[in-house]
T-cell receptor, first 112, second 113 residues
Framework: DTAVSQTPKYLVTQMGNDKSIKCEQN?????MYWYKQDSKKFLKIMFS???????INETVPNRFSPKSPDKAHLNLHINSLELGDSAVYFC???????????FGSGTQLSVL | KNQVEQSPQSLIILEGKNCTLQ??????????LRWYKQDTGRGPVSLTI?????NTKSNGRYTATLDADTKQSSLHITASQLSDSASYIC????????????FGRGTSLIVHP
């Protein structure tokens, strides 16, 4: 069984559209994250939730809105998509902060 | 400002050869350092963790070292295999309550037959 699963794997959409990426973890972790990996493969944290509470929001445009309905889920909704949003988005989870991260397999978003 | 620098940026070696990847950091106060392996099209997977008191730790053909005085870590891969081709990312966490681990930009390793 996949520990951290995110869907969809690929997402191709037009500029200006709204899209969502879903993430679920079955590890019983209390902390979940969203990371953005740019074309140069650099992973940058976007959000972190601990027990459904937002604890990190790293200068991400407010077009990005994370939602955590429960500890096992952290979804990412993106409004008014822009070309610069094209990247691979990774969901991750851990037991507390500064602990080992378990990553999903990524969602490759292409904005045309 | 916390920073993690990795070198080289990319590396090409022949199957069976050894290689060493470097990580320098300025994260303070130091909590731990992890090496992650990211295969193409997959998420990163943790290889090893180094804490302040540890100098060397092995995980199969992977050996990580840590010098907390010089703030340097290395990842040595012995007898490389084609499956070692991946990006290797150094991640350093602080104990100062920032809760944001600092990522290096990774070293892209290609192992040729």
């Amino acid at each position: 069984d996949t520990a951290v699963s995110q869907t969809p794997k690929y997402l191709v959409t037009q500029m200006g559209n709204d899209k969502s990426i879903k993430c679920e973890q079955n590890l019983g972790h209390d902390t979940m994250y969203w990371y953005k990996q740019d074309s140069k493969k650099f992973l940058k944290i976007m959000f972190s939730y601990n027990n459904k509470e937002l604890i990190i929001n790293e200068t991400v445009p407010n077009r990005f809105s994370p939602k955590s309905p429960d500890k096992a889920h952290l979804n990412l909704h993106i409004n008014s998509l822009e070309l610069g949003d094209s990247a691979v988005y990774f969901c991750a989870s851990s037991f507390g902060q500064s602990e080992k991260l378990f990553f999903g397999s990524g969602t490759q978003l292409s904005v045309l | 400002k916390n920073q993690v620098e990795q070198s080289p940026q990319s590396l090409i070696i022949l199957e069976g050869k050894n290689c060493t990847l470097q990580c320098n950091y300025t994260v303070s106060p130091f909590s731990n350092l992890r090496w992650y392996k990211q295969d193409t099209g997959r998420g990163p997977v943790s290889l090893t963790i180094m804490t302040f008191s540890e100098n060397t730790k092995s995980n199969g053909r992977y050996t990580a070292t840590l010098d907390a005085d010089t703030k340097q870590s290395s990842l040595h891969i012995t007898a490389s295999q084609l499956s070692d081709s991946a990006s290797y990312i150094c991640v350093v966490s602080d104990s100062g309550g920032s809760y944001i681990p600092t990522f290096g930009r990774g070293t892209s390793l290609i192992v040729h037959p």
